[in-house]
């Protein structure tokens, strides 16, 4: 995952980026790439109460754009940030944030979250899910970590084309940065599996158009540096082209989701 990630992390420092996510877009070229990044974020939280009397995890943080937005903007009482590479946690960690709670960076993984049984009221988990091996672990310990009436906010690339998206495992095993450890379910796997664990549904949006205007709008900044300015993540533009292609096809699907975990 380290090797997979470095180019992200080369591209976020070229263009000055605080976080790295594929964005919403309401439409083209109205806001940059960085704004789209975030309006991605307050998509997928919605209406979720947050205030200073909140406790959140965010799994799957990243190098801390969206922990960081969040505590702007809610200053909720702390926010805990879970992070699987020790590169993005450490880049994380060591970025300014002025006038906000600061998030507290660990590393640590998705399938054993550290922290007690009902003491979050609010989980992020933001395009990060599609690399874990095994998603309703994952879920059934964002049940457990939650307050009944807690929430688990979800956003996901899908698809219904698992058969076709299947050679793409053959990846996992190559030390390189194609190596992504990816899974993909469909939007039908994820509702049964918040089901069966015990969560309702409270919102659910198919967001893939929106998210690849964002792309080609972040597609049309990072090639204005050139050839010669995008030395370290030369192979993540070709990705990022392709990956904008296969949502506006319909091949894959960028899924949002806010459920709550019942009172029993």
């Known amino acids: 995952m380290e090797a997979h990630y470095q180019p992200n992390w080369n591209l976020t420092q070229a263009h000055g980026l605080l976080g790295y996510n594929c964005g919403y877009a309401e439409s083209s070229d109205c806001d940059s790439f960085d704004q789209h990044q975030q309006s991605l974020v307050w998509r997928l939280l919605g209406d979720t109460a947050i205030d200073g009397e909140s406790t959140m995890l965010d799994v799957g943080c990243g190098i801390g754009g969206p922990s960081t937005w969040i505590a702007r903007r809610f200053s909720p009482k702390q926010i805990l940030s879970i992070e699987y590479c020790w590169s993005s946690v450490l880049a994380a960690s060591q970025r300014p944030i002025k006038g906000a709670v600061r998030p507290r960076f660990l590393q640590g993984d998705a399938h054993s979250l550290?922290?007690?049984?009902?003491?979050?009221?609010?989980?992020?988990?933001?395009?990060?899910?599609?690399?874990?091996?095994?998603?309703?672990?994952?879920?059934?310990?964002?049940?457990?970590?939650?307050?009944?009436?807690?929430?688990?906010?979800?956003?996901?690339?899908?698809?219904?084309?698992?058969?076709?998206?299947?050679?793409?495992?053959?990846?996992?095993?190559?030390?390189?940065?194609?190596?992504?450890?990816?899974?993909?379910?469909?939007?039908d796997d994820y509702r049964a599996a918040f089901a069966q664990t015990g969560f309702e549904l409270g919102h659910h949006e198919e967001a893939s158009q929106g998210v690849a205007r964002s792309l080609r709008d972040g597609l049309s900044e990072v090639r204005r540096l050139g050839w010669a300015g995008s030395r370290g993540f030369r192979g993540r533009i070709l990705f990022l082209a392709a990956l904008e292609r296969l949502f506006r096809t319909g091949l894959l699907r960028y899924d949002l989701f806010r459920v709550t975990r019942t009172a029993a």
Do not use: M
């Open 114 to 187: 550290p922290v007690a049984d009902k003491s979050i009221d609010v989980v992020f988990n933001l395009e990060s899910a599609l690399h874990y091996s095994d998603k309703r672990r994952f879920i059934a310990e964002c049940h457990r970590s939650l307050r009944p009436g807690g929430t688990l906010c979800l956003g996901d690339i899908t698809t219904t084309h698992k058969l076709l998206f299947a050679p793409v495992s053959l990846l996992n095993s190559l030390p390189s940065q194609f190596n992504s450890n990816v899974t993909l379910w469909s939007a």
